[in-house]
């Protein structure tokens, strides 16, 4: 089983970020970091619930929340996915997105930038 970690052993220093060039690379990146096959994990649902079943079967203590709050959420990122119990860290313009970003927070202590946005132009 994977080793958890306690939220407040967790330092900023501790925290990987990411550059990701495109959805594609994201895609890469957790098929990566979770041993898993390549697949649209930041585009298709089905894909991104992959991340949920890897915590089920990987965790001490699975947890796993998602929802869509537009008006207690970030400018543009409605979707807020969590695998941590009271404490919410991914955000995204989409549920795949949400879970990508919570999974890799999560378990693998990777913060990631995606430079594109999910419609493929750059960001600013």
Not at 19 to 40: G, Q, T
Not at 84 to 100: D, F, K, M, Q, S
Request: with cysteine; glycine share 4%.
């Amino acid at each position: 089983m994977e080793e958890t970690f306690e939220l407040t052993e967790l330092q900023p220093e501790d925290l990987e970020t990411i550059k990701v060039d495109s959805l594609a690379d994201l895609d890469s990146l957790i098929a990566e970091k979770f041993n898993l096959f390549v697949r649209p994990y930041s585009t298709d649902i089905r894909a991104a619930l992959e991340l949920v079943a890897w915590d089920l079967e990987n965790s001490d203590a699975p947890h796993f929340e998602l929802f869509r709050v537009e008006e207690h959420s970030l400018p543009g990122l409605p979707f807020v996915a969590s695998f941590i119990p009271n404490g919410v860290w991914g955000y995204g313009e989409t549920a795949p997105l949400a879970i990508c970003q919570a999974a890799l927070f999560r378990h693998k202590q990777i913060k990631f930038e995606l430079l594109v946005n999910s419609y493929g132009s750059e960001r600013a």
